[in-house]
Every structure is written in C-alpha cells, then in structure tokens.
C-alpha cells in the first residue's frame, strides 16, 4: 500500500478478520462499506485506549488499498500540518488521535481545509478519537461544526469473555489454537487492555515459534516467569 510520502507500515494484523465485532458490529459494517467504496462523508469513532481504533482504521486502509491513507497524529503532530496537503486526492482518508492536536490553530485549519477538500472530491473521512466531536476541544467552530456532521460510533470496551475470544481469533489469525484456560490465564497474568494483552500474546507466538511448543498455561508460565526474573 501506497502511503503519500509517510514513512510507515501498516500493521500485519490490523484487519477486519482479526477485529472481534461484539458490541460494534454497525460500526464496523459501516467501516467495511467505506472501505469497498460505498456512499457517504466518512464517520467519527471514539472511546478509550486500547478499544482498537487503531486497529479499525489500519482495516480499512488494508481493504481499500492504495486508494486510502493511514496518518496517525500520535507519530506526525510534532512534525506539522503541512503532512495533510494533497491527502484528499484519496478516496479514504484516515485520521487517528486527532484530538492530539485539537486546540493546535495550525492543525485545526488544516483539517478544516482537508474537510472542505473531501467533500467537495466526494471523498470519506475517517478520524478517530478519545471523545464524541463536541468533546473533543475542537477551538475552530468551523471545524467542530462540520466534524459533527459525520456519523458518531462508541467503541465499546470488551468484557473478559470477550477478551477470550479476542485472544483466540488474534491467535487463530497468527495460525496459533489458544485454549480457553490459557487465555483466561493470560488475562490474569498481564495487564488487561487489549494493547498489552496482545503485545503479551506476539512475544509469546515467537517463543512459541522458537521452541516449537504449544501456548499451554506452562509455556506461558514458564516464558513469562522468565522475562520477570
């Protein structure tokens, strides 16, 4: 996938297969139609950390190719705005943390101009952020007034059962069977947002990988008894 001139990559995991849907399903139905090329201005999401925002908006420039762009402000605030001149030559445009520079005036211009700039190419604009567009600390009314025009989604959290699951399908998506008793063993033992959890379950597919060994709770005891000590 083509990424304008930013120096970045998608990641291998982040796409529609590996996302469990449960409690957002609408959401992502409405993110695959975008990414297949159906009508509309693009939507808003929003929720907590580790909720997979990020996730969500690589998926659909995964699935749309090279007619889409991923800018994660997390890695180009500090750089400067000027990173969003010529991305409404896309089809899809995906802003993620945008409230990162919300309040910024020289950012708050910029994607006021992109808006106008989408609309006006018939384009769809996809931001994700911490809060709802009015909660957002959006300075620029012009800019609040027209991101409130765009569909609102909350991301909702998992509960543990659904931990498991997202576990699971991230393993079976790996090539990896995961158990019941050793995924609920991992969210006793690591930290329990999803970002962590899955950061625990890649270092443990390549131990696994190494060792040529199942994930039994063992394994997993074992591997991470060894990176505390």
């Avoid at 796409?15 to 957002?24: H, I, M, R, T």
């Avoid at 802003?95 to 992109?114: K, M, N, P, R």
């Avoid at 106008?116 to 800019?143: K, M």
Wanted: hydrophobic share 45%; with cysteine; net charge negative.
């Amino acid at each position: 996938m083509s990424q304008l001139a930013l120096p970045l990559k998608l990641a291998d995991h982040a796409v529609f297969a590996s996302f469990l849907d449960n409690g957002n399903e609408t959401l992502v139905a409405t993110l695959f139609g975008i990414a297949a090329g159906g009508d509309g201005h693009g939507c808003w999401l929003w929720g907590a950390a580790s909720t997979g925002k990020t996730h969500l908006l690589q998926a659909v420039c995964d699935a749309a190719g090279d007619s889409a762009a991923y800018v994660p402000l997390s890695m180009f605030a500090d750089i400067g705005a000027d990173i969003l001149d010529g991305m409404a030559s896309r089809e899809v445009i995906c802003i993620d943390d945008v409230d990162l520079v919300a309040g910024q005036e020289a950012w708050e211009s910029a994607l006021f101009t992109l808006f106008n700039q989408v609309s006006e190419a018939g384009a769809q604009l996809i931001i994700s952020a911490a809060a709802a567009p009015r909660e957002c600390g959006i300075g620029l009314a012009d800019l609040q007034s027209r991101f409130a025009r765009l569909p609102v989604f909350q991301l909702h959290a998992l509960n543990e059962d659904e931990r498991v699951s997202a576990l699971q399908l991230r393993s079976r998506h790996r090539g990896l069977e995961l158990a019941d008793d050793t995924a609920r063993y991992l969210l006793k033992r690591s930290r329990r947002d999803m970002a962590s959890l899955y950061e625990v379950l890649d270092r443990l597919d390549g131990e696994a990988l190494r060792a040529k060994r199942r994930l039994t709770i063992p394994f997993v005891r074992d591997v991470l008894g060894s990176e505390r000590g």
